[in-house]
């Protein structure tokens, strides 16, 4: 079975800092990785997703994630927070039996 | 296109009273699922179906019932609504399936949600 661990709950950051969101997983197949963002009371939006091409993935709004094999994590990285930023962040590991959430991070961003 | 709607917005029931939570979608996507959403543990599948007249069970499915008779439309069913079924429902589309589950390489199209409150 697969899972999928965010490693913090809450992230606070200060507007024009960096934000990192961590995410681990496991999973017994090659996984696709997806990090989605859900603004306040509105649906989720897909940020961007790993499926076997390059490590290095690139998303909307400035973020980006790299995939580690090794070290099973999949991090979400923005180089400088923005308040519009502001939302919770669903790290999501799928493959060809299965599809599983984490429980998510909530980012706030400070003025 | 409008993508994935869901009505209502908002709905307030007694408990033991049904209901039917209305999920669309204009994109032709074979596979569609409903979650919910609870604070501290992201979204839990509860029903999906990789196509018309096909439905399966997802992690918690106790208590709902759907149907998919058109590719289109995905109602959920609350048979006899309960207080912990006060939550967030999200339905949800995807292009393609795997057979038995979503097409993993493929994002998912959110509805804007519903909010459900059982007193």
């Known amino acids: 079975a697969q899972s999928v661990t965010q490693l913090d709950s809450h992230v606070s950051v200060s507007e024009g800092t960096p934000v990192l969101l961590r995410c681990n997983y496991s999973?017994?197949?090659?996984?696709?990785l997806f990090w989605y963002v859900q603004h306040p009371n509105k649906g989720l939006q897909l940020l961007l997703k790993?499926?076997?091409?390059?490590?290095l993935v690139k998303g909307i709004n400035g973020f980006e994630a790299e995939f580690k094999k090794s070290e099973t994590s999949f991090h979400l990285t923005k180089p400088s927070a923005h308040m519009s930023d502001a939302a919770e962040y669903f790290c999501?590991?799928?493959?060809?039996?299965?599809?599983?959430f984490g429980a998510g991070t909530r980012l706030t961003v400070k003025p | 296109n409008a993508g994935v709607t869901q009505t209502p917005k908002f709905q307030v029931l007694k408990t033991g009273q049904s209901m039917t939570l209305q999920c669309a979608q204009d994109?032709?996507?074979?596979?569609m699922s409903w979650y919910r959403q609870d604070p501290g543990m992201g979204l839990r599948l509860i029903h999906y179906s990789v196509g018309a007249g096909i439905t399966d069970q997802g992690e918690v499915p106790n208590g709902y019932n759907v149907s998919r008779s058109t590719t289109e439309d995905f109602p959920l069913r609350l048979l006899s609504a309960a207080p912990s079924q006060t939550s967030v429902y999200f339905c949800?589309?995807?292009?393609?399936?795997?057979?038995?589950?979503?097409?993993?390489?493929?994002?998912?199209?959110f509805g804007p949600g519903t909010r459900l409150t059982v007193l």
């Open positions: 999973s017994s197949y090659s996984p696709s």
């Open positions: 790993y499926t076997s091409a390059a490590t």
């Open positions: 999501v590991v799928s493959d060809l039996r299965d599809m599983r």
């Open positions: 994109m032709n996507h074979e596979y």
């Open positions: 949800a589309s995807s292009d393609g399936t795997s057979g038995r589950g979503p097409n993993p390489y493929n994002e998912q199209f």
